[in-house]
């Protein structure tokens, strides 16, 4: 036992060392989705910007310096004029540039940015980070920053060209409102919910004939019936070992993209759960009303639906309800791969590491389930 212990945590690559240690790194992330609700609001945003021309190299000539009049924002450079850094920063490291900014908004921040002469924008990075300023209260600010890197070979160059370095601040003006991306979330948790029902529904449809044909004590009646039963459980037993997100990666290559392929994997996947689910029940009910139904005569349906039928409606309600918990759920994972749902913007917020809009599908996620599960709860103690 302890050789197959130590087997397997080796197998799995098991290193609490490093979880703890670099368990610290993960604490940014945790945050943002603990509490994402910053990001479910949104305000209308202004955009200011200010610049100032920069000549590349100095000529005879440089442009001159802003001049301070008026209210509007205004960036003054000093110098005016320089030469772009190397890649390596030792041949030629670049000129230095005072800047200033006058009538910022206080206390928000400026970010430090360039355009280069065929109209491409970037934000100025310095120490591997990138520049950012607080105006203060009169909304002013200064820093000295280096010329960015000379992307181009010298053979390439012009003898002289303009930049333009500036400082580009947002404003949140206007009453608070609920953001893009909270509204989208609620969509798609609406669709979620949605394709969980869908799924139910039709897998009952569909599990319910298939259950009594996968009851043994029902089709070991003859040699041909008892083959029906064997080739049903193989069939469900096939079908539910393969996870609802592998069907969901199938129908997608059918159908495309969407919540009608998720439907369609969870669908599937419900009808060989529900249906061996359902057959068990039946399997397990009492024999003597199905003996005292056949002592009248009564032929194989009527047997059903009058000696088995009034036993099991209390655990197919009640595996009806979990199954629906579980597709909602599930609706969430195969998202993932395209499915539809919320979990396809999940996956998506996390890709791009938007933690933030991340949380709030986690969080949405977790209320819907807590909310279903009081739901059943109250379905099974009425009807079950």
Avoid at 78 to 90: A, S
Avoid at 138 to 143: A, H, K, L, V, W
Avoid at 293 to 299: H, I, S
């Amino acid at each position: 036992m302890v050789m197959f212990f130590a087997l397997g945590w080796q197998i799995a690559q098991i290193d609490l060392v490093g979880f703890v240690s670099n368990a610290d790194d993960a604490l940014p992330a945790l945050g943002r989705v603990g509490w994402p609700w910053s990001k479910a609001i949104d305000y209308e945003l202004t955009e200011i910007r200010a610049d100032a021309e920069i000549e590349i190299p100095c000529s005879d000539a440089p442009p001159p310096e802003n001049t301070l009049s008026g209210d509007e924002p205004i960036i003054i450079s000093t110098p005016t004029c320089g030469n772009l850094r190397d890649q390596d920063g030792t041949d030629n490291p670049g000129t230095e540039l005072h800047l200033e900014g006058y009538n910022f908004s206080p206390g928000i921040e400026v970010d430090i940015m360039w355009e280069d002469p065929i109209g491409d924008e970037f934000r100025q990075r310095q120490g591997g980070e990138y520049v950012i300023v607080i105006p203060d209260e009169n909304g002013y600010f200064e820093i000295d920053i280096e010329m960015p890197y000379a992307l181009l070979p010298p053979s390439a160059r012009e003898p002289t060209y303009i930049w333009e370095v500036f400082g580009h601040q947002i404003e949140e003006v206007g009453a608070a409102k609920l953001s893009h991306d909270f509204k989208l979330i609620v969509e798609k948790m609406i669709e979620t919910i949605f394709m969980g029902m869908m799924a139910t529904f039709f897998g009952i449809l569909f599990a319910l004939p298939v259950s009594f044909l996968a009851a043994r004590n029902l089709m070991s009646i003859s040699p041909l019936t008892l083959a029906i039963y064997y080739l049903v459980r193989f069939i469900l037993n096939i079908i539910r070992s393969i996870e609802p997100i592998i069907w969901a990666v199938i129908f997608i290559i059918v159908v495309g993209l969407g919540p009608f392929a998720g439907v369609l994997a969870l669908v599937l996947h419900s009808i060989a759960a529900l249906g061996k689910l359902y057959s068990e029940a039946i399997e397990s009910i009492d024999p003597g009303p199905i003996e005292a139904v056949q002592a009248t005569g009564a032929n194989w349906i009527q047997t059903v639906m009058y000696a088995v039928v009034p036993q099991i409606i209390p655990p197919f309600v009640s595996f009806t309800i979990y199954r629906w918990d579980i597709n909602v759920r599930m609706s969430t994972i195969i998202g993932m791969v395209g499915g539809g749902g919320v979990g396809f913007l999940l996956i998506q917020y996390i890709r791009v590491l938007d933690y933030r809009s991340a949380g709030m599908c986690v969080w949405f996620i977790a209320i819907t389930v807590a909310i279903l599960d009081y739901v059943s709860a109250e379905i099974r103690a009425r009807f079950v």
